[in-house]
């Protein structure tokens, strides 16, 4: 073996570090590489982390320069210079864009330049005019698609006829936010964002948002379980209160993400959010059946014959034409009132939607005919003055006597 084709290594160092792999010796005086003298080849080496006396593995003496005589040493391994780090794009698909596009046109890569340059530093982070413009266009065009796509997603729900109402609806809410995340997503993506460009704000922005829209989701969530268990759903008919604490019923038109839209008789459209009809109770007319039960009580005179006023109450009961005759309705004797005897016409509808107020209406109008007819009498409350006699009371009408006495002779 030549001294050419050896490998020298260092003399051993007291570290426990792995052994480094052999690199070509150079001079250290003249920064040129050192060559054997008999072969002319460049010697190898193995660097040390300092200037470390070069051994011959077969002797163990230290090694010389055959040009000046003295022991070859191996300086010490360069340490790399720390590089600066490099500016980072806050929108990283927007450097790709403006390279395609100059490609294509000068023209247009001109005017990207002159809008890339105009830009703000943030620590490492650099955000250009085109960047904004770039990044405000694929939002735009994610939005689009999203919500053509939802369109498209309505459509085709609709016409799954193996589904009810309420099973469409709970498919369109899910395959629409399934539908927005894919799109955030994507736009994420497709901007090529480098999140830690908000590291700074993240915190603040999480918080802020989580409680901005901590009841949003809420009803969000609340409205998604309204349509999974079927408690509430689009067609029913509820009782609400308004603010006055009057109670009136309403026609659930829609269940959206925040609230929930019931329209009233007289056409108003109540907003109630998803989480009160969850936490709170809820009169459903029609949760399991659309039969409503409608009481329209009656009075009548105590000299009247109870028997054919029952019958007139039946039958006008009977000619409304929203009144079921399965199950018919009743009459109830109530009480025994001041004035009258009180009765309770029991019937049934089976379209609460269309209102109750003109069924019962339409009962009494017919029942008017009929006590008409009949000499039924309805009564209204009389009252009869009985005045006891005293002395007093006898010397006041003697007074009143003697002035309409006098009072025509005069």
């Known amino acids: 073996m030549t001294a050419a084709t050896r490998i020298l290594e260092p003399a051993p160092a007291a570290s426990s570090a792995p052994e480094p792999q052999a690199v070509p010796l150079i001079d250290p005086s003249t920064g040129k590489p050192l060559l054997d003298p008999e072969t002319g080849e460049q010697m190898m080496g193995i660097p040390a982390p300092q200037a470390t006396p070069f051994l011959d593995p077969e002797t163990g003496e230290p090694l010389m320069d055959p040009a000046t005589g003295d022991p ?9 210079a720390p590089t600066p780090e490099a500016t980072k794009e806050a929108i990283s698909a927007a450097n790709d864009a403006k390279e395609a596009v100059s490609q294509k046109s000068e023209t247009a890569g001109d005017m990207i330049d002159t809008l890339d340059r105009m830009a703000i530093q943030m620590g490492h982070m650099r955000l250009s005019l ?4 770039f990044g405000s266009a694929i939002v735009l065009f994610v939005i689009i698609g999203a919500w053509f796509a939802t369109k498209a997603i309505k459509i085709l729900v609709a016409r799954a006829t193996r589904l009810d109402e309420t099973q469409r609806l709970l498919a369109e809410k899910i395959i629409t936010i399934l539908v927005w995340a894919a799109a955030f997503f994507l736009g994420i993506d497709l901007l090529g964002i480098d999140l830690t460009a908000l590291a700074v704000f993240s915190g603040a922005f999480g918080l802020a948002i989580g409680f901005g829209l901590q009841k949003t989701f809420g009803n969000l969530i609340a409205g998604i379980i309204l349509l999974m268990d079927k408690s509430i759903k689009p067609g029913d008919v509820i009782a609400v209160s308004d603010q006055a604490g009057a109670s009136t019923f309403g026609q659930i038109r829609k269940i959206g ?7 009233t008789r007289d056409q108003k459209e109540y907003l109630i959010p998803n989480e009160n009809l969850m936490i709170n109770q809820v009169e459903n007319w029609s949760y399991s059946s659309k039969n409503v039960r409608i009481q329209v009580p009656v009075g009548i005179g105590y000299n009247c014959d109870i028997k054919l006023a029952e019958k007139l109450m039946l039958q006008a009961a009977g000619e409304v034409k929203r009144v079921k005759q399965t199950p018919p309705p009743v009459v109830w004797l109530d009480k025994y009132g001041e004035n009258s005897v009180d009765f309770v016409i029991h019937c049934w509808i089976s379209d609460p939607e269309e209102g109750v107020g003109n069924v019962r209406s339409e009962v009494l109008k017919n029942l008017w005919d009929l006590f008409q007819q009949s000499g039924i009498e309805i009564p209204f409350p009389q009252r009869d003055i009985n005045l006891r006699g005293n002395a007093q009371f006898d010397q006041l009408v003697a007074a009143i006597a003697q002035r309409v006495d006098k009072t025509g002779k005069d």
């Open 257 to 263: 993400i925040r609230a929930v839209s019931i329209t």
């Open 130 to 133: 085109w960047d904004v413009i």
């Open 72 to 80: 070859l040493a191996a300086a010490a391994a360069p340490t790399p």
